[in-house]
């Protein structure tokens, strides 16, 4: 086991991480941007270091500064935990050139899968069924545009190191091609350092299915069941759920399966996510694999009774899973993000000062959060505040149970909105009552009720 883990990460994940390690007696080392001197994990860590200025490229990007300080403090193992260098192989390839661990998959499967058009072939390969579209980055606007009129519209622009819902937009029509190529290839290169992308078929009205798996370094993968993440502004998660409301329980069964069969196919080891789409036939399409621990692991944890940090950490640290059948869950869990922005404003961040925090109590209630009294929201980064996940026997009593955790979170500061009220207006819309929603829902409500 390690003594030393150096979380390369920052807000609610990074403090989320540290306590999963604190649990295990293992000593934590946290980084930080001058953004983040004062922040809840960096208080809480047995130590942390300095790694640059607020831009992340001069901090949490910043491989160099985060391997240095790995070494300076006596780290065995980095944890990324979600984004940043969570999936970047070359940063795992470097810890391991320098004697750290990497709690992640392999170098060769971040490869594999890590590049979003390659992961599309390697699955296609290996039996699960794919949309049409490209399996390799395109050289260029001429040959993108080209796969796009060979595909048929609509289609959607991916960035291939992308992630998160970030880097893509669906193009209607061929004559609005060549901009939205150029602004996912700009954006793509400014948020992931990376500017290819690759086109794949559109669907317009879909589910957003993903498979929590779980593979250790001895042949074992698992999965922990489905999660439903339909609900969606900007391909930006907004609510997750487990399981899947109002699909066929042998629908979602096959769908795990197949992110089991995908994840054994390369070799997996560690937490990871097989994100599918399902459309109105109830057909499912494999549309990436997410090579880290997602942002909405709580609510998977809530029904299974597992702690997937503390899953990363022992099967990095060469463990077996201690379960070869894949484990039972039980109830109904659900998950809300709440980001500092503001609904009434095209959902503009708010970046303030936060007077007042008080989070939710109750029965199966959780909070995972790194906001406190005093606290200074940096703009440098994503506006995300808190995870509010809720637990229940059945669906109704979970929705309940988070209305009722949502009224009591208080978040109050200068300047500062927050997402809850239009959270609220989700969890209240009769298609998601009835577990009818797709990845439209937002655009089909229209103007927030707030």
Same mark, same amino acid.
């Given at each position: 086991?390690?003594?030393?883990?150096?979380?390369?990460?920052?807000?609610?994940?990074?403090?989320?991480?540290?306590?999963?390690?604190?649990?295990?007696?293992?000593?934590?080392?946290?980084?930080?941007?001058?953004?983040?001197?004062?922040?809840?994990?960096?208080?809480?860590?047995?130590?942390?270091?300095?790694?640059?200025?607020?831009?992340?490229?001069?901090?949490?990007?910043?491989?160099?500064?985060?391997?240095?300080?790995?070494?300076?403090?006596?780290?065995?193992?980095?944890?990324?935990?979600?984004?940043?260098?969570?999936?970047?192989?070359?940063?795992?390839?470097?810890?391991?050139?320098?004697?750290?661990?990497?709690?992640?998959?392999?170098?060769?499967?971040?490869?594999?899968?890590?590049?979003?058009?390659?992961?599309?072939?390697?699955?296609?390969?290996?039996?699960?069924?794919?949309?049409?579209?490209?399996?390799?980055?395109?050289?260029?606007?001429?040959?993108?545009?080209?796969?796009?009129?060979?595909?048929?519209?609509?289609?959607?622009?991916?960035?291939?190191?992308?992630?998160?819902?970030?880097?893509?937009?669906?193009?209607?029509?061929?004559?609005?091609?060549?901009?939205?190529?150029?602004?996912?290839?700009?954006?793509?290169?400014?948020?992931?350092?990376?500017?290819?992308?690759?086109?794949?078929?559109?669907?317009?009205?879909?589910?957003?299915?993903?498979?929590?798996?779980?593979?250790?370094?001895?042949?074992?993968?698992?999965?922990?069941?489905?999660?439903?993440?339909?609900?969606?502004?900007?391909?930006?998660?907004?609510?997750? @759920?487990?399981? +899947? #409301? %109002?699909? $066929?329980?042998?629908? &979602?069964?096959?769908? =795990?399966? *197949?992110?089991?069969?995908? /994840?054994?196919?390369?070799?997996?080891?560690?937490?990871?996510?097989?994100?599918?789409?399902?459309?109105?036939?109830?057909?499912?399409?494999?549309?990436?694999?997410?090579?880290?621990?997602?942002?909405?692991?709580?609510?998977?944890?809530?029904?299974?009774?597992?702690?997937?940090?503390?899953?990363?950490?022992?099967?990095?640290?060469?463990?077996?899973?201690?379960?070869?059948?894949?484990?039972?869950?039980?109830?109904?869990?659900?998950?809300?993000?709440?980001?500092?922005?503001?609904?009434?404003?095209?959902?503009?961040?708010?970046?303030?000062?936060?007077? @007042?925090?008080? +989070? #939710? %109590?109750? $029965?199966?209630?959780? &909070?995972?959060?790194? =906001?406190? *009294?005093?606290?200074?929201? /940096?703009?440098?980064?994503?506006?995300?505040?808190?995870?509010?996940?809720?637990?229940?026997?059945?669906?109704?009593?979970?929705?309940?149970?988070?209305?009722?955790?949502?009224?009591?979170?208080?978040?109050?500061?200068?300047?500062?909105?927050?997402?809850?009220?239009?959270?609220?207006?989700?969890?209240?819309?009769?298609?998601?009552?009835?577990?009818?929603?797709?990845?439209?829902?937002?655009?089909?409500?229209?103007?927030?009720?707030?």
């Amino acid at each position: 086991m390690f003594t030393t883990v150096l979380i390369a990460n920052r807000g609610e994940i990074a403090l989320r991480i540290a306590r999963t390690c604190r649990d295990l007696g293992i000593r934590t080392v946290a980084v930080y941007s001058t953004a983040d001197r004062d922040s809840a994990v960096t208080r809480f860590a047995d130590e942390s270091v300095h790694i640059g200025p607020p831009a992340a490229k001069y901090s949490y990007l910043n491989e160099a500064a985060i391997i240095e300080a790995a070494l300076r403090t006596g780290a065995e193992a980095i944890h990324p935990g979600y984004g940043f260098l969570s999936e970047d192989p070359l940063f795992a390839e470097a810890c391991e050139a320098h004697g750290i661990r990497f709690i992640g998959p392999p170098t060769d499967v971040l490869e594999r899968l890590g590049d979003k058009a390659r992961a599309r072939a390697v699955m296609a390969e290996a039996g699960l069924p794919v949309l049409p579209g490209s399996t390799f980055a395109a050289h260029g606007a001429v040959e993108a545009k080209q796969a796009a009129d060979r595909i048929g519209y609509p289609v959607m622009i991916k960035a291939v190191a992308g992630g998160g819902g970030r880097g893509m937009t669906m193009v209607r029509e061929a004559r609005d091609f060549p901009r939205a190529y150029e602004g996912v290839r700009s954006d793509a290169l400014a948020i992931f350092g990376d500017g290819r992308v690759y086109v794949e078929r559109a669907l317009e009205t879909t589910r957003h299915v993903e498979v929590q798996i779980l593979a250790d370094g001895h042949g074992t993968v698992v999965h922990l069941g489905a999660r439903d993440c339909s609900p969606q502004r900007r391909r930006q998660k907004l609510v997750e @759920e487990t399981p +899947p #409301p %109002g699909l $066929p329980d042998e629908l &979602v069964e096959r769908i =795990c399966a *197949a992110a089991v069969h995908g /994840a054994r196919s390369v070799g997996y080891v560690g937490a990871g996510t097989f994100e599918f789409l399902v459309d109105e036939k109830l057909q499912f399409h494999f549309m990436e694999a997410n090579c880290r621990l997602q942002v909405e692991h709580p609510v998977t944890e809530l029904v299974s009774g597992i702690d997937l940090v503390r899953e990363q950490i022992l099967v990095a640290a060469g463990a077996r899973l201690g379960y070869r059948d894949h484990p039972a869950t039980t109830g109904v869990a659900i998950e809300c993000r709440v980001n500092a922005e503001d609904p009434e404003h095209g959902f503009r961040p708010t970046p303030g000062t936060i007077d @007042e925090f008080l +989070p #939710p %109590g109750g $029965p199966f209630t959780r &909070v995972d959060t790194h =906001c406190f *009294a005093g606290m200074r929201i /940096a703009a440098e980064y994503d506006p995300l505040l808190a995870k509010v996940a809720v637990w229940a026997p059945t669906r109704p009593q979970a929705i309940a149970r988070m209305e009722r955790a949502l009224s009591e979170l208080v978040i109050r500061g200068r300047g500062v909105s927050t997402t809850v009220g239009f959270l609220r207006d989700i969890l209240g819309h009769p298609l998601f009552r009835d577990a009818k929603h797709t990845t439209a829902l937002v655009e089909q409500m229209g103007p927030t009720r707030r």
